[in-house]
């Protein structure tokens, strides 16, 4: 599969739709735990541990929905196979997934590099799942890491697209924190749009795996 036929695969729009409607509803959790939050400890304890374990969660729920098409693939072995093969898969996923974001919110240095973030989450999952899948097919040849072209270019399209959906966050963000008179939202709808923004950079990589078994 070409990157646009990835993209705009049923599968790949389902995905994101299904991510968009996730984030609403965190969304409401946001301001019901706001709401309810009555000191600085509990708001710390949302904003490094409970929103970071949500958006890992969202990420990876995210790339099981366009599986096996994130890997520019028709056909594989189902999602379901690869995580009964082993009852600490899904955990160990979303261990490894968590601990990227909660590491990145906790260090100042990769605090700067924010709009890696989400790349990086869909290429660590994509890279423990098709580990998977290669497992499963009985492929013991193959490269978890791109070539240089390929990195450079994620790069490039990490950088262009963050840009642009911290652009539309501070406008949306904004309104949504005067409407509800808090702060915070900017935060949640730059996390929303940056998925959306940056999927190509997921699939980009994807596809460059999805080769290696093709």
């Given at each position: 599969?070409?990157?646009?036929?990835?993209?705009?695969?049923?599968?790949?729009?389902?995905?994101?739709?299904?991510?968009?409607?996730?984030?609403?509803?965190?969304?409401?959790?946001?301001?019901?735990?706001?709401d309810?939050?009555?000191?600085?400890?509990?708001?710390?304890?949302?904003?490094?541990?409970?929103?970071?374990?949500?958006?890992?969660?969202?990420?990876?729920?995210?790339?099981?929905?366009?599986?096996?098409?994130?890997?520019g693939?028709?056909?594989?072995?189902?999602?379901?196979?690869?995580?009964?093969?082993?009852?600490?898969?899904?955990?160990?996923?979303?261990?490894?997934?968590?601990?990227l974001?909660?590491v990145?919110?906790?260090?100042?240095?990769?605090?700067?590099?924010?709009?890696l973030?989400?790349p990086?989450?869909?290429?660590?999952a994509?890279?423990?799942i098709?580990?998977?899948?290669?497992?499963?097919?009985?492929?013991e040849?193959?490269?978890?890491?791109?070539?240089?072209?390929t990195?450079?270019?994620?790069?490039?399209?990490?950088?262009?697209?963050?840009?642009?959906?911290?652009?539309?966050?501070?406008?949306?963000?904004?309104?949504?924190?005067?409407?509800?008179?808090?702060?915070g939202?900017?935060?949640?709808?730059?996390?929303?749009?940056?998925?959306i923004?940056?999927?190509?950079?997921?699939?980009?990589?994807?596809?460059y795996l999805g080769?290696?078994?093709?």
């Amino acid at each position: 599969m070409t990157l646009s036929q990835i993209l705009f695969h049923q599968q790949t729009i389902f995905a994101i739709f299904s991510y968009c409607i996730s984030v609403i509803i965190a969304l409401f959790v946001f301001t019901f735990v706001l709401d309810k939050s009555n000191n600085n400890f509990t708001r710390f304890i949302w904003d490094k541990i409970g929103l970071p374990l949500i958006m890992a969660i969202l990420m990876i729920g995210f790339i099981l929905l366009v599986y096996p098409i994130n890997f520019g693939i028709g056909s594989a072995p189902s999602i379901n196979e690869l995580l009964s093969i082993n009852d600490k898969r899904s955990s160990f996923l979303i261990n490894m997934i968590f601990l990227l974001t909660f590491v990145f919110s906790l260090i100042p240095v990769l605090k700067k590099w924010e709009e890696l973030i989400i790349p990086l989450q869909g290429i660590i999952a994509s890279m423990i799942i098709f580990r998977w899948l290669c497992q499963g097919l009985g492929i013991e040849n193959y490269s978890l890491f791109p070539d240089a072209k390929t990195i450079s270019f994620i790069l490039i399209i990490s950088l262009i697209t963050h840009w642009l959906a911290k652009y539309l966050a501070e406008h949306f963000g904004d309104y949504l924190d005067k409407l509800y008179h808090r702060e915070g939202f900017q935060i949640l709808i730059f996390k929303a749009v940056v998925l959306i923004m940056q999927s190509p950079v997921i699939f980009i990589f994807g596809s460059y795996l999805g080769k290696q078994i093709v």
